[in-house]
């Protein structure tokens, strides 16, 4: 395994953290209407409060993305009101979430 010095790290924490506020920058510029494919999974959310989780609500989600989807939003929805921007925030606080769990299982395998 390669050391790095703390130079490069220092650059790549940095790198990460101006990419992370550029995300945030697109997210809050992005336009308040739903783009691309958003529009055939925000259906499925209503159909969540409607049927429940159930089968009648399984069959009739729309997107491929399954019912994932339609749980985070409905769970975040008194936040979001489910405007497309609020959305994509929860899409940005997910991908930190991740980027911090595997931040912390790197940091773990290195102490092994």
Known sequence: ?????P???LFA???LAAAFVGFIFLV???PARVIYDER???????LLHEHGFT??????LKGAVGPLYAFVHAA????????PVGMRFVHLLLL???????????????AV
Not at 1 to 5: A, E, L, S, V
């Open 13 to 15: 924490r940095l790198l």
């Open 76 to 83: 975040f929805e008194p936040l979001t009101h489910l405007k």
């Open 1 to 5: 395994m390669t050391t790095r010095g």
């Open 7 to 9: 130079r490069t790290l």
């Open 55 to 60: 089968a009648k609500f399984l069959n009739s």
């Open 28 to 30: 809050a510029n992005s």
């Open 40 to 46: 055939y999974f925000i259906g499925d959310i209503p």
């Open 96 to 110: 930190l979430a991740l980027f911090s769990i595997l931040l912390a299982s790197f940091k773990r395998l290195e």
